[in-house]
Structures are given as C-alpha cells and as structure tokens.
C-alpha cells in the first residue's frame, strides 16, 4: 500500500462542523522551591507537531489503477488495520500513537475528496458523513496538542512523548470511518462479505448511530 501523506504541521480550523479552534497556548511548567525548574521554551505548532516518514509500500493492481474503486480500496484497508499494518515499527519502537496517523490518512482524504465531484451517485450522503468525521479527527487532534510543553531542547522527532492522549471522541471517529469504507468497499468492488450497515448505498440500517455522533458535541 502507497498514498502519498498530505499532512498539516498543525491543526486545520474547521468551519464545516461550526467549530470554533481555539489557539494553541503552551503554558509554563511550575515547579516548588526545592525542584530545579525546568526550562521550558514557547513553540508554534510546526514545532510541536513531528511529521513521521511514512514508508513507501506496494500498490495493489486496484489502488495503483486510481480508479474510484481502487481509492475505496485504499482507505477501507488503511482504516482497516493498514495504518497500524504498516506503521508498525515505528509506533512500537518510538511510541508514535497510532492515532496520528489516521489523521494524516484523514487529512489525504479531504484534500483529495473535499471539492471533487468523482462520487457515485447514491454515496453522496455517506462521502458527507465520511468528510464530516475526517473533520472531528482533524478537531480532536488539536486537543491532543493543546497546551504542550516541551522542555527547551527537545528534538522535533521526540515531541510526541509530550502530547496529550487521543480522543475518545477521536477514536470512535476513526471506527466509524473503517465501518463506513468497508461497507463502501464490498459494495463498489464487489466484495464476497457482507455489508456492516453504516451507509445509505447498502441501506444500512445504522446510519442514524453515526450521524448521532457526528452531531453531538463530545
């Protein structure tokens, strides 16, 4: 699997869902009398945020085509397990949350999808509630990064070991994500498997469970 990564240094402000970031504020570490203080330094976001190699994998003959299909393939499989597939060094060895990397993978999907009209009619209202999701974990990524410190000196590339946690809220965007493309997946390829009934084109029958939670505000 191959996708070239389009990822922002820092978080997107999103006005599609109505809301409203808030600037990243890095605050001071305070420390007692007895305690040597610990430098720290004010950084911007580009600083905070690390932008992992992403290895280059073999295109299946369907994602390497750049058909429709096979871009549904690719992201069926990479929020499938393919991100965690792949990634697998990297986020064992040095700690990266897996989670970042279904940001970028939500991030390649708007910029590719966002003002494209290459969708099949009948999955305009699932591509909405996959943009819409995308969008929630472009959001929650920025909670991840909100009020980090570093310590002064700290390398770029260990300035993950300092954020904050994933989302709950982050994490159950990225499954529905993988349960929407997979449902996507069977029914524009032709898959042997049956639909998991998250999206309008198989007339799922839990469409309402994801668009709860894409309305609601935690």
């Given at each position: ?69 096979g871009q549904i393939g690719y992201y ?36 590719e999808f966002e003002n494209s009209l ?101």
């Amino acid at each position: 699997m191959k996708k070239n990564f389009i990822l922002a240094a820092g978080v997107i402000s999103i006005g599609l869902l109505g809301a409203c970031m808030q600037e990243e504020k890095y605050v001071e570490i305070k420390t007692s009398a007895e305690v040597e203080p610990t430098e720290v330094e004010e950084l911007s976001s580009e600083e905070v945020t690390e932008e992992p190699e992403f290895e280059e994998e073999e295109m299946s003959e369907l994602e390497a085509s750049g058909s429709f299909e096979g871009q549904i393939g690719y992201y069926a499989d990479a929020f499938g397990d393919g991100v965690e597939r792949d990634n697998a060094d990297v986020i064992k060895e040095d700690g990266h949350p897996a989670e970042y990397y279904y940001y970028g993978e939500a991030t390649a999907f708007i910029n590719e999808f966002e003002n494209s009209l290459d969708v099949r009619d009948g999955m305009k209202e699932d591509f909405n509630n996959l943009m819409a999701l995308s969008f929630i974990i472009e959001v929650e990524q920025e909670k991840v990064l909100d009020g980090v410190t570093l310590p002064k000196g700290t390398d770029k590339w260990e300035a993950h070991k300092y954020w904050n946690e994933p989302t709950d809220r982050q994490k159950q965007a990225i499954k529905y994500m993988s349960l929407v493309f997979n449902d996507l997946d069977i029914a524009v390829n032709e898959l042997p498997k049956e639909p998991t009934g998250y999206t309008y084109f198989s007339e799922g029958k839990k469409v309402e469970e994801i668009e709860k939670f894409i309305s609601s505000s935690n």
